[in-house]
């Protein structure tokens, strides 16, 4: 653990993997309440079509992933207020729209573009300290407005047409949760990788609501799965020399499968002894 923390770009790596999977990991739980699972796949998705547009006309990646996360959550709340429109046929068509548009402009691009394989899987080497003060930042966002919007949120994920009659500002509440995960989904990118991204958001969640007894107990029990992933993930693919994102995902189906099996166990113990 310790050889980790003598390099910078490793000790980054670490920290890196260690905010994403916080801020993920507190988001999972809304995204699994909500069953609106595939939200992160298609972020994820849409950043492909951003990073790209960014490596073709030569522009700060961070800032264009940032603009076309909010104009995806944008575009997902307006069209998916219509009645005859389904928020996951939205966010479909805009997946699939934005990697069309993506290797249509990596196409015009000559030679090899290793940013693209670093942003698809993931790649410690590519975080700064730049990134993990956004990471930072944007983790205390995440903290304040699940604290500030607790009583808003719980309602809005387990019934959002009965929330409205509680006085829930179900509009602003939907809005501003999905602009928050999108752009979670572009700033961790770097690490997990686009298309392993979605496990963060959904996995922790889970394993959390295998054990929990309210949202609150969810919500400590996912930041730990979280913490214990990224750490655990991110040393081993250090001393076996594999991608760290990668690891970080399967380490997280691990820890899901024990979580699944001790609360079997536990379950059926139970049905024993009545």
Same mark, same amino acid.
């Given at each position: 653990?310790?050889?980790?923390?003598?390099?910078?770009?490793?000790?980054?790596?670490?920290?890196?993997?260690?905010?994403?999977?916080?801020?993920?990991?507190?988001?999972?739980?809304?995204?699994?309440?909500?069953?609106?699972?595939?939200?992160?796949?298609?972020?994820?998705?849409?950043?492909?079509?951003?990073?790209?547009?960014?490596?073709?006309?030569?522009?700060?990646?961070?800032?264009?992933?940032?603009?076309?996360?909010?104009?995806?959550?944008?575009?997902?709340?307006?069209?998916?207020?219509?009645?005859?429109?389904?928020?996951?046929?939205?966010?479909?068509?805009?997946?699939?729209?934005?990697?069309?548009?993506?290797?249509?402009?990596?196409?015009?691009?000559?030679?090899?573009?290793?940013?693209?394989?670093?942003?698809?899987?993931?790649?410690?080497?590519?975080?700064?300290?730049?990134?993990?003060?956004?990471?930072?930042? *944007?983790? &205390?966002? %995440? +903290?304040? !407005? =699940? #604290?500030?919007?607790?009583?808003? /949120? @719980?309602?809005?994920?387990?019934?959002?047409?009965?929330?409205?009659?509680?006085?829930?500002?179900?509009?602003?509440?939907?809005?501003?949760?999905?602009?928050?995960?999108?752009?979670?989904?572009?700033?961790?990118?770097?690490?997990?990788?686009?298309?392993?991204?979605?496990?963060?958001?959904?996995?922790?969640?889970?394993?959390?609501?295998?054990?929990?007894?309210?949202?609150?107990?969810?919500?400590?029990?996912?930041?730990?799965?979280?913490?214990?992933?990224?750490?655990?993930?991110?040393?081993?693919?250090?001393?076996?020399?594999?991608?760290?994102?990668?690891?970080?995902?399967?380490?997280? *189906?691990? &820890?899901? %499968? +024990?979580? !699944? =099996? #001790?609360?079997?166990?536990?379950? /059926? @113990?139970?049905?024993?002894?009545?």
């Amino acid at each position: 653990m310790m050889e980790i923390l003598k390099y910078p770009f490793l000790r980054n790596g670490l920290i890196g993997a260690i905010l994403a999977g916080l801020g993920s990991s507190l988001l999972s739980n809304f995204i699994v309440l909500k069953k609106m699972e595939f939200i992160g796949e298609g972020a994820a998705h849409v950043a492909f079509g951003a990073i790209a547009f960014a490596l073709f006309f030569n522009l700060n990646m961070n800032v264009i992933s940032l603009i076309v996360a909010i104009v995806f959550a944008v575009a997902i709340h307006i069209l998916g207020k219509k009645e005859k429109v389904q928020e996951n046929s939205v966010i479909g068509m805009l997946l699939t729209l934005s990697m069309a548009v993506g290797i249509i402009l990596l196409s015009f691009k000559k030679g090899y573009v290793p940013e693209i394989d670093s942003f698809l899987f993931g790649d410690v080497l590519m975080i700064n300290n730049e990134d993990l003060k956004f990471l930072f930042i *944007f983790d &205390l966002i %995440i +903290i304040f !407005y =699940i #604290i500030f919007f607790n009583k808003e /949120l @719980k309602y809005y994920a387990y019934n959002q047409k009965l929330s409205q009659i509680f006085g829930v500002p179900v509009d602003f509440i939907n809005l501003s949760f999905l602009i928050i995960t999108s752009i979670t989904i572009v700033i961790s990118a770097k690490i997990i990788g686009i298309i392993l991204i979605t496990s963060l958001l959904i996995t922790p969640g889970v394993i959390g609501k295998l054990f929990a007894k309210s949202i609150n107990q969810m919500i400590l029990i996912s930041l730990i799965i979280g913490f214990v992933s990224s750490v655990l993930g991110f040393i081993a693919s250090y001393y076996f020399d594999i991608p760290s994102g990668p690891t970080i995902v399967v380490t997280l *189906f691990v &820890l899901f %499968i +024990i979580s !699944y =099996i #001790i609360k079997r166990v536990y379950l /059926l @113990k139970n049905k024993e002894s009545v």
